[in-house]
């Protein structure tokens, strides 16, 4: 199965099995907004979890809040979301499509860099043991003429999306001969700037005043309410106030399934530290976010930075973390350094001082601010598209199977009465009635216990523990295991601390 053929399937899976659905379906679905189903709710749920967990419980110098997504107008002009929270429009004038004319050169940079990465493997196995990377990247001719090409149009993009220079982005377009993917050809109109605020209005009155903004980032509640975090819990700088919440924003090109929506949560903390530390702590939050993400076991090589090639409005440092999926490596989590830009421009636009008095210092300051942001959506289809597995087994049949990480697992174990007759039910629900107090147990007598097997592999469930005849004798059952598929005979009374050991967070806490 080829890269794109696996995202299909990850999509058609998390439909058929409850993870997730296009939002308003009966409706035709509405572009870019999807649903949770049963099984998609807990897996996020148990990402969030982690991830305050991570944050908020295991450091006793960040604390949570959750603000509300109606905030005051002026935030947004504060904020620079009003003036700048802009993306490059461009239109194909023969497909009608859109497309951001960023995201077009960037992907043109990036095919060229695979034409790279194909001649060296192309090199590798002609030259086999002899071959010298290092020497042939810098003197192959083909090599050098690609990474000349990348080189010119990175300056030109860069120079172009720093100066907010809309003319030249479009002549990049044209003279990278970049052609529509739907109708293959070069007719492109002028590019424009697009706001990508939602907005709505707030009373019974349709007046501009009213007019307010669906929030486009969680960050901004965090630093109006920085002050009142900061006496209420008493905090010394540096310290963090971390929130997860719902974002908006209007995008131009929503495609890739949940990997870019119109309405999506995010996981962010915002870190207040002493004016010219920030860097220490950008590079601190920049290896601790990996770490994070590297604890849910997957292979560390389909994690990567990417340092930023524009600096936002607010930002002196700033880099993604990217994660290879189905298509290609794309940003997870942005970590930035803030500066005091977002406290100093509420300080201006509402009058108020938002300082820290130093006690160290005996100072007061405008603290600067270190930003991880990671998306919710985007780590949930990270684990999806990483689990999801085709598996041919010895008797040539196949077997779909979410090696989700066990402790983020929708279902954690599941108890199947071999039949539905002569004492098992009541034996297995005995068992279900047990586990349900520590974890998220399901209790299926439906179908032959092969289907059962497979349904809870199709979900990531890790233990399923079945209960036959020899349990009312000698009161063992066995459980098997998802990846391994292994059934072993255990006493029905060890059930619960064997699966907690291997599915309770804490263990994954620990880990961190
Ligand atoms: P992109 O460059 O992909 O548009 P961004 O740099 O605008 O993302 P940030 O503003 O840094 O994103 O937001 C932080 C995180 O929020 C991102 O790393 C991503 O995981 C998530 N995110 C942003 N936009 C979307 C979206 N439209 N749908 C789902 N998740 C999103």
Wanted: contains cysteine; aromatic residues 12%; neutral net charge.
């Amino acid at each position: 199965m080829n890269n794109e053929e696996h995202f299909k399937n990850v999509i058609s899976h998390s439909k058929e099995y409850g993870f997730i659905f296009p939002s308003s379906e009966i409706y035709d679905g509405l572009s870019a907004v999807y649903d949770y189903g049963t099984y998609g709710v807990e897996l996020k749920n148990n990402i969030r979890t982690y991830w305050w967990k991570s944050m908020v419980q295991l450091h006793e110098n960040i604390v949570g809040i959750d603000s509300a997504i109606f905030m005051h107008p002026t935030i947004w002009k504060a904020s620079g979301h009003v003036d700048a929270f802009n993306d490059p429009l461009v239109d194909n004038k023969d497909s009608k499509k859109r497309y951001r004319a960023d995201v077009l050169i960037e992907d043109y940079m990036a095919k060229q860099a695979d034409k790279i990465e194909k001649e060296v493997e192309k090199a590798k196995k002609r030259f086999g043991e002899k071959f010298d990377e290092t020497l042939y990247l810098a003197t192959n001719p083909r090599i050098t003429e690609i990474q000349n090409t990348i080189n010119t149009v990175h300056t030109r993009f860069k120079k172009a999306m720093e100066e907010n220079d809309l003319v030249d982005l479009r002549q990049i377009i044209v003279d990278c001969e970049i052609v529509c993917p739907i109708s293959g050809t070069k007719n492109w109109t002028d590019v424009r700037q697009f706001n990508l605020m939602f907005s709505t209005s707030m009373g019974a009155m349709e007046e501009s005043s009213n007019q307010l903004y669906l929030r486009p980032e969680t960050a901004q509640g965090i630093f109006v309410n920085f002050l009142n975090v900061q006496k209420t819990t008493r905090m010394k700088i540096p310290f963090g106030i971390a929130q997860t919440g719902k974002a908006f924003r209007n995008e131009i090109v929503a495609r890739q399934f949940i990997f870019r929506m119109r309405e999506f949560e995010q996981m962010e903390m915002q870190f207040f530290v002493q004016p010219g530390t920030e860097l220490q702590w950008y590079e601190n939050w920049k290896k601790k976010r990996l770490e994070w993400h590297h604890s849910l076991g997957f292979p560390q090589s389909k994690y990567r930075y990417k340092d930023h090639t524009k600096l936002a409005h607010y930002a002196n440092a700033a880099c993604d973390i990217e994660f290879e999926f189905p298509f290609g490596f794309k940003e997870l989590e942005g970590i930035h350094s803030r500066t005091d830009f977002d406290l100093k421009s509420h300080e201006k636009f509402s009058g108020k001082k938002l300082q820290y008095f130093d006690p160290e210092l005996n100072s007061s300051y405008v603290p600067y601010v270190v930003e991880t942001s990671v998306g919710l959506d985007r780590t949930v289809l990270a684990i999806l598209s990483q689990s999801l597995t085709t598996e041919t087994l010895e008797d040539g049949t196949t077997r779909d199977v979410m090696r989700i990480p066990h402790f983020l697992a929708p279902v954690k174990v599941a108890v199947l009465p071999l039949m539905k007759k002569d004492g098992l039910p009541e034996k297995g629900m005995e068992l279900f009635n047990k586990l349900k107090l520590r974890t998220y147990c399901q209790y299926d007598e439906k179908d032959s216990i092969g289907k059962r097997y497979r349904r809870q592999d199709a979900i990531g469930t890790p233990y399923a523990i079945t209960i036959d005849h020899q349990t009312l004798e000698d009161n063992t059952v066995t459980i098997r295991d998802r990846d391994t598929m292994k059934q072993e005979r255990i006493n029905m009374d060890e059930v619960e601390k064997i699966v907690m050991d291997k599915v309770d967070i804490t263990e994954a806490l620990k880990r961190l």
